[in-house]
Structure formats: C-alpha cells, structure tokens
C-alpha cells in the first residue's frame, strides 16, 4: 500500500511531533515530514488537522471470548433489566430450531454482558431468567466475566441444588433454604459450564474475527490476549490463534497469556507445560503467563487486607498462598516468562508485589529482563503505590471503570468503606512516582474504544455515568500520559518494535482520529471516534468521510523529513 497522510496532526507514541505528513511506501512507514512528499503516492489523504497516533495496543482484552459472545446472546448493550430480558427473547426466538429434531433441553443459549447494577445486591435469580428463557438451558456471563447467571433448565443439567458444594474459590448464591437462586461467582461458574457443548473451530475461529474486525474498528492494532486457555465455558484460542497467524488471517499483533489455573499444585510440572506452548515469534506470540489473584469487589471476591464494610464482611478471596506466588513467579521467570497478573483488591496488589520483590531477591534465579505487570489495580494501599516503580512493574490500567457508575456506586462504595474508597484507581499517583503506564479495556468486560477509557483517564468522569462529578479528581491523568500509555507503554509489555510507534522503516500501524483532541476541552474526549486504521501496512478500516481524488504528479516544492 502506497499513501501519504497530509495536514495532519501526529503522536507518535511519546510526544506531538512537529511535522504535519506521514508517507506510506510499500505498506512501510518510509517519511515523517512538511508538506506535500516528493513523489505523491497513488492515494492521498488529507486529514484536515486531525490526530494520528500509532496504533492503539490494547494491553488487556479478551478477544476470542468477546467475538464468540457478540455474535451468541449478547446483552452488553442493556441499559435496564427489562431491556436485557427483551434481548434474550429476541435471541430466544430467533435461534430456537423448529424442526422436531433437536431436544430443547439440549439446545443451550450462551451469552452474557448483564450488569451487577440491575440486581439488588448484583445476584440475579433463575426465576427472572426462565421467564424469558423457559425451555432451553441458559448461561450468561456477567459483563466483568466473574458471575453466571443461569435458568431451572441449565440447573438441572448440571444437577446444581442445594446437595452442590462450592470449589475452592467460589460462591453458590442460595436462598434462605440452602436451594442454589441461579447466580454463581467465579469458580463455581464451573458447575454449569463444564456441562456446556464445547465450542467448535468453527465457533472460535468466528469469535476471532468478529473480535479482530471489532478491535481494528476502533484503532487497536495489536493486543494481549488475558486469558489464552479454557475459562468460564470458553475454550481455549490457542489453536485458533496459531492456526490463524499461519493462514494470515490475523493480522494483528497479539501476545497470549497463557492461563494459570487455579488448582496447580505442581509448580514445576506446570512451568514445563507451558513451556512447550511457549512462542516468541510471529503475529501470536505466547511469552506471557496470567494468574488470577482475586475476583472482584462487586461480589466481595476481591481479596481485601481488611473485612469489607457491609453486612456480609469478610476478606475475599485470595486464590493462591503467598508460598505458592513466590514460588510460581520465580519458576515462570527463570523460564523466561512475562507475568500478567489480575489483582483487584489491595491484599491481591501488595501480594503480588510481595511475590515480585521475591523473585527479584539475590537469591533468586532471574534470568534477564522481565516485563511482568498487574493489571486492575483497582484498590491499592498508598504504601504500595511507589513500589511498582520501585520493582519495575507496569501498573495495567483499565481507566474507563474509575468513575461513579452503577455499579460503583451501588456494589463498590457501600462495601469498601471511606477510607479504601480513596484508594481507588490511584493512576495519578502511580505516575508521580514514575510507574511505567500500560492501558487495556478488558472487553468484552467493558467497550473497548481507547477514547472513552482517555476520556475517564483524564477526567475521572463519563458522560453516561449515574454521578458525573469525578472520582478521586486528583488521580487523574494527562492527554499526553494517557496516550503514551495505550500505545508505546502497552507495545512495551509486548516486547512490539512493529507497534506503539511511528517511525520511519517499520510497518504502518495507525490510528487517525475524527479530531485532534489536544485542541479540545478535556471533557469533550469521549465523543471522538476512529475514522482510519492501517494494521501491519494495510486498511483494515476506512470511515473517512468522501475526499476529492489527488493527482499523483510531483508537486513544484517539496516537504522535510525527519
């Protein structure tokens, strides 16, 4: 692909640049100048002033999981209960097989994108989900992929009532009789789901597609997929990804994480299976592990130094001894293993950390640079703070949840107490302390547009939140910051030359935006869309409005290049 990029403004990973045209020779970034480029290319776009930025790299998404829920019952979109519930009718009614063929009870719907916010408590219950779903088995994944919510059919299927015993690390909701309600958290979502038909080839091959195409939409170029094995009823993508890198299919860039289950007991043995699936070359590389260290505060998973504030109390979930993560990340970094950790609670970050410090101790095997980082980092203790810089660990932001929604408001707040309530998201002061800053969405957990996650970044605030007044205003941070961080800070945690960058001689991956938002009030962020991408030197998505066709004859006067 031949093109050049006029009159336009250009990030190009770490700072605005001066010069106003990329050219594009080849599908090669190949000059970054002023002005018309010597030798027009065969298409010429002029970009009126809008921003062009690398890439976007997102450093936390589900890809496969999310592409295969959009295209099965899909309710993120659901403002209400009432409009989830239609959502699945419609869905109910347009998939049911009429043909006498197929037992309903074997038919199962699969889905998810419910919000915790539309439940009192954020369990939701059988009952309400058998009246738009009575004869077909049914499991929906809530939209952070923690909890389930499945009907009397799926229930029986699995045989789940009131004899069932929760595993190690999860919550069976009953009610006052000790009868399961139809909600399940974390690992007991495994009682249902082991009882799901498995996803075909064919299915997850769908899901990446239709998350590739979803991704690029948006800018994003490249990706860490955060959960590369079986999980929550999904199959494991990693023969899909490898399969699709060799037909070319994918043409993003994308490390996998590897999944660290929760019930290894032989560290040893499963550092050396991993091993084996490790992949440090191509279009999918698999050179990280994830480890989930605690669920989530909406369901008083996330595992917390101190008894949560509400009735319930408690501590949380820890899903592994301190022994157990000192041990796992000084094997899987002597193997030459990126840690990826998910740590919501602020006993979950400073465990990690701990376990951190560890592997990096003089008695430790460390073999080289690591590039390990905790993702979330939703509630941290303030004396934790200055130790990610200290330890050189990457806090991992998903910035579009610190804001006053629903569900912070109602399942976050009331249960956190004050005083870890001014723990929250503390990305201001991990950047004051000089944390290396990588951004992620987490979808199909929330959108996965990087403008609408800069826009609560910079703000502490979305315009469709319940309570738009900022959250903690202070841990805020800037345009600048922000961008760093969801391109050349993410392309870092994936050891990306080809990403996070613009730079002459290596393949295009860009972004242009609808507008250039360093000319725009901080406020006005989220409503910025993403008009062009180019992945690996080609379009993959064009929404550009119609430009008048350029010549291709040189002009009299020529530009600079730097």
Request: hydrophobic share 40%; net charge negative.
């Amino acid at each position: 692909m031949d093109l050049d990029i006029l009159d336009v403004a250009i990030f190009d990973g770490e700072a605005l640049r001066p010069e106003d045209r990329v050219s594009i020779r080849d599908g090669i970034i190949t000059e970054i100048g002023t002005g018309p480029a010597a030798v027009p290319a065969a298409r010429t776009i002029t970009a009126a002033g809008r921003l062009l930025t690398p890439g976007f790299v997102d450093a936390h998404v589900h890809t496969t999981f999310g592409g295969q829920e959009a295209l099965a019952c899909d309710i993120s979109g659901a403002d209400s209960l009432e409009a989830a519930l239609q959502m699945i009718r419609e869905y109910v009614a347009e998939t049911t097989r009429d043909d006498g063929a197929t037992d309903p009870a074997n038919d199962w719907v699969i889905g998810g994108g419910w919000s915790m916010a539309h439940f009192p408590g954020g369990d939701p219950s059988a009952d309400i989900l058998d009246a738009a779903c009575p004869d077909r088995p049914a499991i929906l994944l809530s939209a952070d992929h923690h909890s389930a919510w499945v009907n009397t059919q799926a229930m029986s299927a699995a045989g789940l009532d009131e004899t069932s015993t929760a595993p190690a690390g999860g919550v069976i909701v009953t009610d006052s009789t000790g009868r399961p309600t139809g909600c399940l958290h974390e690992s007991a979502i495994d009682l249902v789901s082991a009882s799901v038909p498995a996803a075909s080839d064919e299915e997850v091959l769908a899901g990446l597609r239709e998350g590739q195409r979803y991704l690029n939409s948006l800018g994003v170029t490249a990706w860490m997929d955060a959960i590369v094995g079986d999980y929550g009823g999904h199959r494991d993508p990693y023969g899909t990804y490898v399969g699709a890198a060799e037909t070319g299919e994918l043409h993003s860039e994308v490390v996998g994480s590897l999944w660290w289950p929760r019930g290894v007991t032989d560290i040893d043995a499963e550092v050396a299976r991993l091993t084996d699936l490790a992949r440090a070359e191509g279009r999918f590389r698999a050179t990280s592990v994830k480890l989930m260290l605690d669920g989530i505060v909406e369901s008083r998973t996330a595992a917390m130094t101190n008894e949560y504030t509400c009735t319930c109390g408690g501590f949380g979930t820890s899903y592994f001894t301190q022994h157990h993560l000192e041990a796992s990340f000084a094997a899987l970094d002597a193997a030459g293993f990126d840690i990826h950790c998910h740590a919501i609670g602020d006993a979950a970050v400073k465990a990690a950390l701990d376990a951190f410090a560890a592997a990096r101790s003089p008695g430790a095997a460390n073999t080289g640079e690591r590039r390990h980082h905790i993702a979330h980092v939703q509630v941290v203790d303030p004396a934790d703070v200055p130790r990610f810089a200290e330890l050189g660990i990457t806090a991992n932001l998903q910035a579009l949840w610190a804001c006053h929604d629903e569900q912070m408001i109602d399942l976050n707040l009331p249960f956190l107490g004050a005083e870890r309530s001014g723990w929250l998201y503390p990305f201001g002061s991990l950047n004051r302390t000089g944390t290396h800053l990588a951004m992620g969405s987490d979808w199909p957990v929330s959108t996965a547009n990087p403008w609408e996650a800069i826009h609560v970044a910079l703000n502490r605030s979305h315009p469709t939140a319940a309570d738009t007044s900022p959250l903690l205003p202070d841990e805020a941070i800037d345009l600048t910051t922000a961008l760093r961080a969801y391109t050349a800070g993410s392309a870092h945690l994936l050891r990306s030359t080809d990403n996070g960058h613009i730079r002459t001689g290596r393949p295009a991956n860009l972004a242009l935006a609808s507008v250039n938002p360093f000319t725009l009030p901080t406020t006005d962020i989220a409503g910025i869309t993403n008009v062009l991408t180019i992945c690996d030197g080609r379009i993959v998505h064009d929404d550009l409005p119609p430009q008048t066709p350029t010549t291709t004859s040189a002009p009299t006067t020529t530009g600079s290049a730097r």
